[in-house]
T-cell receptor, first 115, second 118 residues
Framework: AQSVSQHNHHVILSEAASLELGCNYS??????LFWYVQYPGQHLQLLLK??????LVKGIKGFEAEFIKSKFSFNLRKPSVQWSDTAEYFC?????????????FGQGTELSVKP | GAVVSQHPSRVICKSGTSVKIECRSL??????MFWYRQFPKKSLMLMAT?????????EQGVEKDKFLINHASLTLSTLTVTSAHPEDSSFYIC??????????????FGQGTRLTVV
């Protein structure tokens, strides 16, 4: 069975600081990887995704993530955060073999950016 | 991205009654829809996977007789919480994906339904 672990439960940064949120998954097969963001009171939105190809993936709003297969990791990064990045961030994995397309989510990381 | 609409956004019901939540994909045909439950400060827990025209597949520990899922068309799935109790109070979220070619598209999420059972 798949599982996803996000190491940081709550991260507090000042504006312009760099961000890295950890994500590790447990699954031996081929996976698709995602980062979703949930702003306060809003629905989940896709930040970026990895299906295949270049392991360094660029997403919206200046976010990027790097898939390191040997480490089963897909960490999210942003060089300079803004107050508007305050939100909950979820890493998710989908096994590409016959799992019916279901996404398994990590516990989430709450990011608070101080102005 | 695609739009998934969930209705209602909030519902309060009495203990023992049933509540139906609708999930519609507005601009694409969703091969598969998923229902999640989100607890406060917790992640999304997958409850079940539903494919159009077939029975839903429930995750371990989820009572299929309590959480009835119907996926009548490629654009509509419903979750009915039967004989609701206060412990069923939660935030329920649906998502939709389409299988195309070699795999699934990204998942699109509804805005969620806050269920409060009193």
């Amino acid at each position: 069975a798949q599982s996803v672990s996000q190491h940081n439960h709550h991260v507090i940064l000042s504006e312009a600081a760099s961000l890295e949120l950890g994500c590790n998954y447990s699954y031996g097969g081929t996976v698709n990887l995602f980062w979703y963001v949930q702003y306060p009171g809003q629905h989940l939105q896709l930040l970026l995704k990895y299906f295949s190809g270049d392991p360094l993936v660029k997403g919206i709003k200046g976010f990027e993530a790097e898939f390191i297969k040997s480490k089963f990791s897909f960490n999210l990064r942003k060089p300079s955060v803004q107050w508007s990045d305050t939100a909950e961030y979820f890493c998710a994995v989908n096994a590409r073999d016959n799992q019916g397309g279901k996404l398994i989510f990590g516990q989430g990381t709450e990011l608070s950016v101080k102005p | 991205g695609a739009v998934v609409s969930q209705h209602p956004s909030r519902v309060i019901c009495k203990s023992g009654t049933s509540v139906k939540i609708e999930c519609r994909s507005l601009d694409f045909q969703a091969t598969t829809m998923f229902w999640y439950r989100q607890f406060p400060k917790k992640s999304l827990m997958l409850m079940a996977t539903s494919n159009e025209g077939s029975k839903a597949t429930y995750e371990q520990g989820v009572e299929k007789d309590k959480f009835l899922i119907n996926h009548a068309s490629l654009t509509l799935s419903t979750l009915t919480v039967t004989s609701a109790h206060p412990e069923d109070s939660s935030f329920y979220i649906c998502s939709a994906r389409r299988f195309q070619g070699v795999g699934y598209t990204e998942a699109f999420f509804g805005q969620g339904t806050r269920l409060t059972v009193v």
